[in-house]
């Protein structure tokens, strides 16, 4: 009998397989949510990191050589690799290594996802596998690569490239692909602006999700080739897989379910996605399942008591529907729906909170309420706080995305508090510009200011990714 979570055996292809993680990126999309963390180091999903999902995959489609590529702001990454993913046998040439930025070819660092991968061409070269996984560090997903190697096998493919569909009206945020009959790529756009919509539904194209399979003789020879091109931006897709596509034979892999349908994959690289990704994972029938005992997801995850739910009888109506509440919570008398609390978050009596992501080390004060939101690590939210219930508000103290999801820091509350001191004896705070130096912002309270909209690249002097933002009272 196979006891969940076990893979009984590993393939061919498996074995010859070297999987690279991309896990340097910035995230600067992300504003504040990643000011001090890789974006990969992510919390998602109560006691998740974003790059759990890539490596459990990794090891639960019988991969077990794994590198991950790191550079930006990567001690809190390589804590969480160090504590929770250093489990593989070495003598049985099985790891899982931290790659960081060496400049080992040159005096740069990783200029692009290609550049990142030839700057470790020595050590794929040592490794010899017969074929190279390219992933990336912060997509939530589930995903048996095994399938897509063994596609890649038989179709007898320089590159496979895995693909679905998304919505034409986000076309320019993905590589979009064009194929054959056969599943062969004909045209590879990088982010286009104008995208023809599928064949079969024009209102969806065909997208790639950053997954890539090479045959790995044929990547050597692609990133020497690029590495010495003074016209290429040394990405894989802007650069290398459009010239294979045009010399090469470039092959597709569809995600999809057991029913054959489209499967869950998000890449949460805007806070935007991140919250409607975070959403998805409370509708298991629509969205990432976390408890399938066949496929599990790994993490560290530190000794924190079970979760409690304290009451003191003065809330009757205190409850929590469609919720993920994760280890060392404490909710007091409160209602919770349709949120996830991440690890050791303490919410007092008398709270709302909705469609919220409340990551770890939080507490909430009583009496709050709470909609519509993504709390930081480590704030503290002062009793009777009102989020995401009026945006011109929300936007004087904390970043508002474009869908109206209100994302909050520690760094953020605290200039809230400078701001309230400093209103209790000014008079038209409306008329004035005030100087926080604290935290080395610039407020100035002139007219709304909110993520992502277009009118905001006028103002020099605040930062579209800083997280503090301004709005008339």
């Known amino acids: 009998m196979t006891r969940p979570g076990w893979r009984p055996r590993r393939t061919v292809c498996a074995q010859d397989t070297l999987a690279i993680i991309m896990a340097g990126g910035s995230g600067t ?49 390589i804590q969480h690799l160090q504590r929770g993913w250093q489990f593989l046998d070495p003598a049985l040439g099985e790891f899982i290594e931290v790659w960081p930025a060496q400049q080992r070819t040159g005096k740069d660092w990783y200029q692009g996802t290609a550049d990142a991968v030839y700057q470790n061409i020595d050590i794929i ?13 912060d997509h939530i997903y589930t995903m048996d690569y095994e399938q897509m190697l063994q596609r890649h096998a038989e179709s007898g493919a320089e590159v496979t490239v895995a693909a679905l569909e998304v919505p034409k009206a986000t076309a320019g945020e993905f590589g979009v692909i064009s194929t054959d009959r056969s599943g062969r790529i004909i045209v590879f756009e990088e982010k286009p602006k104008c995208a023809t919509g599928s064949s079969h539904d ?14 790995t003789d044929t990547l050597v020879a692609k990133l020497i080739e690029d590495a010495a091109s003074t016209t290429s931006s040394h990405d894989f897709g802007r650069d290398i897989l459009p010239s294979m596509v045009s010399t090469g034979r470039v092959m597709t892999h569809k995600l999809l379910d057991e029913r054959g349908n489209r499967g869950f994959w998000y890449d949460i690289g805007t806070l935007d996605a991140y919250w409607e990704a975070s959403m998805h994972v409370l509708q298991p029938r629509h969205g990432l399942v976390l408890c399938d005992a066949g496929w599990p997801i790994r993490t560290f995850e530190a000794q924190y008591p079970p979760a409690r739910f304290a009451s003191s009888g003065t809330n009757r109506n205190a409850q929590t529907i469609d919720a993920l509440v994760s280890n060392g919570c404490v909710i007091s008398d409160s209602t919770i729906t349709r949120s996830i609390l991440s690890n050791n978050v303490t919410v007092g009596p008398g709270c709302e909170i909705v469609d919220s992501v409340i990551l770890p080390d939080v507490t909430i004060g009583s009496g709050c309420r709470i909609q519509r939101a993504i709390i930081d690590n480590d704030c503290c939210i002062p009793e009777g706080s009102v989020i995401g219930y ?8 904390f970043a508002v995305t474009r869908k109206g999801v209100v994302l909050v820091t520690a760094a953020m509350l605290e200039t809230k508090v400078a701001i309230d001191r400093q209103s209790r004896v000014t008079r038209g705070l409306s008329k004035i510009d005030l100087e926080h130096l604290t935290a080395g912002l610039r407020l100035n309270v002139a007219r709304p200011y909110m993520l992502g909209h277009a009118e905001n690249t006028q103002r020099p002097d605040l930062p579209v990714d800083r997280g503090v933002v301004s709005s008339d009272l």
């Open 390 to 397: 009026n945006a011109q508000a929300d936007a004087l103290r």
């Open 29 to 77: 999309r992300l504003g504040d949510l990643t000011r001090w963390r890789a974006k990969p180091a992510l919390p998602f999903g109560g006691k998740y990191r974003s790059i759990d999902f890539p490596l459990s995959n990794c090891l639960n489609s019988g991969i077990r050589r794994i590198g991950v590529l790191t550079q930006y702001k990567a001690h809190t990454l």
């Open 202 to 215: 024009p209102d969806t194209v065909l997208a790639s999700m950053g997954i890539y399979v090479f045959a």
């Open 125 to 137: 070269k040592d490794h010899a596998p017969k074929y190279t996984l390219i992933l990336a560090g």
